[in-house]
């Protein structure tokens, strides 16, 4: 499962950072979103999903991962709430949802012309 990109958030990074750029980033944050899927497959503490969450969703909105950027919002809000039941059964969607959006975004650091659409 991957996330919808926004591409308006994208072009919006493009005219900060420049289109070269974006494409270097989406290849460091694509990397960073496969280790962080890592290490919630090793049966992570309470803790470091807390941590792995907070930065997933600050990074995701950065890069337009506006879904993924959402459920790490609710896996913080919910360890915050003490609610580990419900942190520990939404890690397979997590993980998938990490997976998906590292494939998406080095596909589309690949791509020649990324913002002529």
């Given at each position: 499962m991957a996330s919808t990109?926004?591409?308006?958030?994208?072009r919006r990074l493009a005219v900060e950072v420049g289109e070269e750029t974006v494409s270097s980033l989406l290849v460091v944050f694509s990397d960073e979103l496969?280790?962080?899927?890592?290490?919630?497959?090793?049966?992570?503490?309470?803790?470091?999903v807390?941590?792995?969450?907070?930065?997933?969703?600050?990074?995701a909105a950065s890069f337009g991962a506006d879904e993924l950027?959402?459920?790490?919002?609710?896996?913080?809000?919910?360890?915050?709430l003490?609610?580990?039941?419900?942190?520990h059964a939404q890690l397979p969607r997590l993980t998938s949802m990490l997976d998906g959006t590292a494939s998406q975004y080095k596909?589309?650091?690949?791509?020649?012309?990324?913002f002529d659409s």
């Open positions: 990109v926004n591409h308006e958030t994208l496969s280790r962080y899927s890592d290490e919630l497959s090793e049966t992570p503490s309470v803790l470091q807390r941590e792995i969450s907070h930065a997933i969703k600050s990074s950027a959402e459920l790490a919002r609710e896996c913080e809000s919910r360890v915050k003490g609610q580990e039941s419900w942190v596909a589309l650091a690949g791509q020649q012309n990324l």
